[in-house]
């Protein structure tokens, strides 16, 4: 991934998910059934077609296309990230799914190969422009691009309190803001035509060390220290007055943006 600014701080953001590869995979929501079966759907896709999933860390929207037997390459640029990705198919031995390094405005692919390109929970890490161009030319002519992601819904009660938690912590409203935005490059790309989004209902399901993982997967929360400490403590604060049956469930839409290749 390039690098980009946020904040007014320079960051590397391939490389902001070194160590948390595990946490990552274990703690962060899949995507809800409904959503993947749209973009098939969309997409046109089946076993004859190539889906590119750019970005796609640690192999959690990459694996449930390959579940469909829809032949998918997953492409990140984080080492730590592709491994576990790797390291889970190993396990699940889906034939229908493997993985390369590669960047968002550079795949290395050959032109025109990819029935669609999806970036799922990555696109706002990328620089749009080279990586909208990077994607139409490895889009076969018509092809689809997909941007994917679990947006937290705040109108539920417990997941605003976790949001409110959250942004206490520097650099995350930063983060989230772009994140929300970042979305429109598709929509207003002179690239593309047909551009639309639709949204899912999704939720997670967690105990309280899934609680406390969650937050710790993300990029911009500390890893140690005093400011660590108080995080961790809040979120143990909030799991005990709101568990049920020792669950809380966080409450997200699944945003998918989709255009077309001119």
Known sequence: MPDDKLSGQSFDPKGRFT???QIYAKARPTYPEAAIDFIVEKCGLNADSLLVDV???????????AERKIPTLGIDPNDDMRKEAIDENSEQRMEW?????ASSENTGLQDGVADAVLAAQAFHWFKPEPTLKEFVRILKP?????????ERDDRDDFTRQYSDILHAVPGARSVEVKRGESGNDLLNSPLFHDAG???FENQQE????GLLGRASSASYVPKAGEDFVKLMEALKSLFAKKQRDDLVVMKYTTSVYFAQRN
């Open 55 to 65: 970005g796609c860390g640690t192999g959690i929207s990459s694996r449930l296309f």
């Open 197 to 199: 989004k639709v949204d």
């Open 97 to 101: 799914l493997s993985y390369i390094c």
């Open 19 to 21: 160590g948390l590869a």
């Open 206 to 209: 967690m105990d309280e060390q």
């Open 142 to 150: 018509s092809g689809w691009c997909i941007l994917m992601w679990n």
